[in-house]
């Protein structure tokens, strides 16, 4: 496996260290320039923000190979962000324990991208076909779920509830996700939208001891071991 800190000018413990500040708290990249230099280092927000985009994705894809499995209670429900001036949709999913099933981010909010999360989820080695689907009453989840029981994705005895009040768990874990994006004042096109809030959602899930509980320490041991650093 190749070096991926190769060639980068700084080691790879501070370009992980500004990566999961930037992902796990609510800071600007000046704010992690002010951090750094406060550290005797010199380093430009684009350089963390290029940091950011490069590694929140593979963060993402090697963490999830170990998470915990979740239950067989879905909750569904979509939030709004912003890209490029742009209003788009973030879909998530928690399980009744408020444990993060997964996430998708699409530029619509019609059947095909409901359908593509989904099966998203569904694929995901660490969820289970669900017993129960709770979501709110948007007509095209009803739609959907209908044709993925008939396609055999979900189980015919799949329950699809539409309470809303059911979903305030999942709406709920919302805020912690937007407490972290709303300082970063939109994202500038989709690709780094997508990329960076992959990082963001993976540390919740983190912090949410979905991969075992970490104390902060045995966190950044875990970063480093799953990304061959030290």
Not at 27 to 40: C, K, Q
Not at 127 to 136: A, G, H, L, M
Not at 199 to 204: M, Q, R, S, Y
Request: with cysteine.
């Amino acid at each position: 496996m190749g070096n991926m800190f190769k060639w980068k000018h700084f080691e790879s413990e501070i370009i992980l260290l500004c990566v999961r500040w930037y992902l796990k708290y609510p800071l600007s990249y000046r704010n992690l320039v002010e951090i750094m230099a406060e550290r005797g280092l010199s380093v430009s927000h684009t350089t963390i923000m290029r940091w950011v985009q490069q590694y929140s994705s593979i963060i993402n894809r090697r963490v999830r190979k170990y998470l915990h499995p979740t239950n067989d209670s879905w909750r569904v429900d979509k939030t709004y962000i912003r890209i490029k001036g742009k209003w788009c949709y973030l879909y998530r999913a928690v399980d009744s324990k408020g444990v993060t099933i997964d996430f998708w981010i699409s530029e619509n909010r019609d059947k095909k991208s409901a359908d593509k999360f989904f099966k998203k989820a569904l694929r995901s080695s660490h969820n289970q076909i669900p017993r129960v689907i709770t979501t709110d009453k948007y007509y095209t989840y009803e739609v959907l779920i209908n044709e993925l029981i008939y396609s055999s994705d979900l189980s015919c005895r799949t329950q699809h509830r539409q309470i809303q009040y059911l979903n305030n768990i999942v709406e709920q874990d919302h805020r912690f996700i937007k407490k972290i994006i709303n300082p970063m004042l939109g994202f500038k096109n989709f690709k780094s939208a997508c990329s960076v809030i992959s990082g963001i959602e993976i540390f919740h899930i983190l912090k949410k001891n979905q991969a075992g509980k970490l104390t902060p320490l045995q966190e950044v041991e875990y970063i480093h071991s799953i990304m061959h650093v030290g």
